[in-house]
């Protein structure tokens, strides 16, 4: 395994969310309106068989439950190619939410893995943090949960917690954008 920075340019700053249709493990297909009454929106590409992404899995279920749904929507999006990695599938999904492992707001499957290119995303996890402006989702920041680089590593600070408080108490968000590290995301051959 090899870890992988996110990419540091994948979607500018101010830039608009690409829209997307995706199936949630709920039942229900889920878009960028479904979370339209939050002011921000958290949406990590993210998998379940990373050791990196399973790293997070405790800061993103705590970050999904510190927030009112008003306030943040932590949204998992899974594209990894589910025939190579079986763990990514849509039903071992499904399970990792029933076991109480994965509790976002939502956790949706990237088939085509379109959504995750649209987004540049690069491994998992790989978050992007949109505010909410003039009816739409722009990037306010791009950039890991924590200063723990490794999955064994505990971290001493809480990055994306902190950039939420400030962006919720209306903050001017310009900090650097400090890349995610994980596993790669597994494309499919083309």
Known sequence: MVALDSEE???????AAPSFELPGVDGETHGLDDFADSEALLL??????CPYAQAKFDELNALAAEYDDSELSVVGVNPNDAEEYPEDSFDEMA???????????AYLRDESQEV???YGAACTPDPFLFAREDGEF???YHGRLDDAPNPDDEPSEREMKAIVDRLLAGEEIDDEFRPS??????????
């Open 9 to 15: 340019d994948a979607l500018d700053r101010g830039d």
């Open 44 to 49: 990590v590409f993210t998998c379940n068989h």
């Open 95 to 105: 399970e990792y939410v029933e076991s109480g492992e994965v509790q976002y707001d």
């Open 116 to 118: 995750a290119a649209a």
């Open 138 to 140: 722009r990037l306010a």
């Open 181 to 190: 590290r994980g596993c790669s995301i597994k494309w499919k051959d083309e």
